[in-house]
């Protein structure tokens, strides 16, 4: 198994690079809240959840299916996602969600701003658009991920809030791992995670999507391929030339990011889970090899509890 050691918060280097002595004290009080938050990890949920999800199509159809699948009896979700829609998008009446009637057309779904309001949600998981550094300067992130938080907690203050990061174009010219690595902390967190609670004084926790797709993408070139999966392309969808998509998950990469959703959401040590699921329409999924899963489950595990700001402990 990779080793993984816990990361430390917004660290020196990510406070200098927000520019200027102003920004680095802002930097520093938004981190000293949120260490305050994330010092004494969440309680482990007693029973199943219900969960609603508010994103995009990194969320999709088929990962919270396969989520529901992994916890069995007692899960539920609901959801509203559009194409590459913003949390402003979201909440903006007057905003069009493109894409809205095609990828909501389904029972799961339930309008965003009535269900996170109706405070019936256990957990509530929020994602925001990417470029991440896109929807930072131009949809205000940090701004509405304080609102969707406080619309949920002013609704139930027992919903646990979440921040799910995901990951950028395979194709970035600045290196998908590289990316990665450093958009946590100076995007995911120092200018969006921390500066809602900041604004919004309510704890929101983060499901680290996109840090588990870098491990799991660094072990398997470590061991040169494990049980079908060579590289982060056999994670991610092809078009009919069998070129890789450059964003979105397939099925495989979809078991992935369930495995994390289960692993943040309910503390629970994702290895034994079965590997094999289905999609949300009931037909069966091209989850990954026993061997590839066992991988994906001990990494997932690891990453999550490698963060204290997923509110597991370590």
Do not use: C
């Not at 406070?15 to 680095?24: F, I, P, Q, R, V």
């Not at 979201?90 to 269900?115: C, L, S």
């Not at 969707?148 to 995901?166: C, F, G, I, K, Q």
């Not at 600045?174 to 990316?179: E, I």
């Amino acid at each position: 198994m990779v080793a993984l050691t816990r990361r430390l918060f917004l660290g020196g280097a990510a406070l200098a690079s927000l520019g200027g002595g102003t920004w680095l004290f802002r930097g520093a009080r938004l981190r000293e809240r949120a260490d305050a938050v994330y010092a004494t990890p969440l309680a482990a949920p007693s029973a199943p959840m219900e969960v609603y999800h508010l994103g995009h199509s990194l969320v999709g159809r088929d990962m919270p299916a396969m989520l529901s699948q992994m916890v069995g009896e007692g899960h539920d979700y609901h959801s509203q996602i559009g194409w590459g829609t913003s949390l402003r998008d979201h909440w903006e009446p007057e905003v069009p969600i493109k894409g809205f009637e095609r990828e909501n057309d389904h029972p799961q779904h339930r309008p965003a701003r009535a269900a996170i309001g109706s405070g019936r949600y256990d957990a509530v998981v929020l994602t925001e658009m990417v470029e991440i550094a896109d929807a930072i300067r131009y949809h205000d992130s940090a701004d509405y991920l304080a609102r969707w938080a406080n619309l949920a907690r002013d609704a139930n203050p027992d919903t646990r809030v979440y921040l799910y990061e995901t990951w950028h174009h395979t194709d970035d010219g600045n290196g998908w791992l590289n990316r990665i690595d450093r958009d946590l902390d100076k995007y995911w967190r120092g200018q969006v995670l921390y500066p809602a609670l900041h604004k919004g004084n309510v704890p929101i926790h983060l499901i680290p999507a996109g840090q588990v797709m870098a491990a799991f993408v660094r072990a398997v070139d470590a061991a040169g391929g494990v049980g079908g999966i060579i590289s982060l392309h056999d994670l991610f969808t092809r078009n009919d030339k069998g070129r890789p998509d450059t964003i979105h998950f397939n099925d495989q990469g979809a078991y992935l990011v369930a495995l994390t959703h289960y692993a943040t959401l309910y503390h629970r040590d994702p290895r034994g889970l079965p590997h094999r699921l289905n999609k949300a329409d009931g037909t069966p999924a091209k989850t990954p090899s026993a061997e590839a899963a066992r991988l994906m489950q001990g990494v997932v595990w690891d990453v999550v509890r490698a963060h204290p700001d997923t509110g597991v402990a370590a």
